[in-house]
């Protein structure tokens, strides 16, 4: 059983700053690459920012410069900085990991931690 738990979410006026956390438990052998995703009301879900267990990264054009993705490979924990909140940064947002369990390799989702940013 593996799990992915989410954490740091809230709400936060405009040009805050939060940092969001995944930790991931459960039968892992291996994480591939880590990432999050969010979910707008009425939109889809998008890929914010991802990262491998090397270290490189890749992330949306909307926050390049402005959210930092990293993560801890011995704690299997990965993280969000979000600096400069926008208004339309407010989302669900979701922690993914693609990762071997021994037996099985799938992605695995958190639950979704609610990002508000308003005045």
């Known amino acids: 059983q593996v799990q992915l738990v989410e954490s740091g979410g809230g709400l936060v006026q405009p040009g805050g700053s939060l940092r969001l956390s995944c930790v991931t438990s459960g039968s892992i052998v291996r994480i591939y690459t880590m990432a999050w995703y969010r979910q707008a009301p009425g939109k889809q879900r998008e890929l914010v920012a991802s990262?491998?267990?090397?270290?490189?990264?890749n992330y949306a054009d909307s926050v390049k410069g402005r959210f930092t993705i990293s993560r801890d490979n011995a704690k299997n924990t990965v993280f969000l900085q979000m600096n400069s909140l926008k208004p339309e940064d407010t989302a669900v947002y979701y922690c993914n990991a693609d990762l071997f369990t021994g037996w099985r390799r799938a992605d695995y989702w958190g639950q979704g931690t609610q990002v508000t940013v308003s005045s």
């Open positions: 990262i491998i267990s090397g270290g490189s990264t």
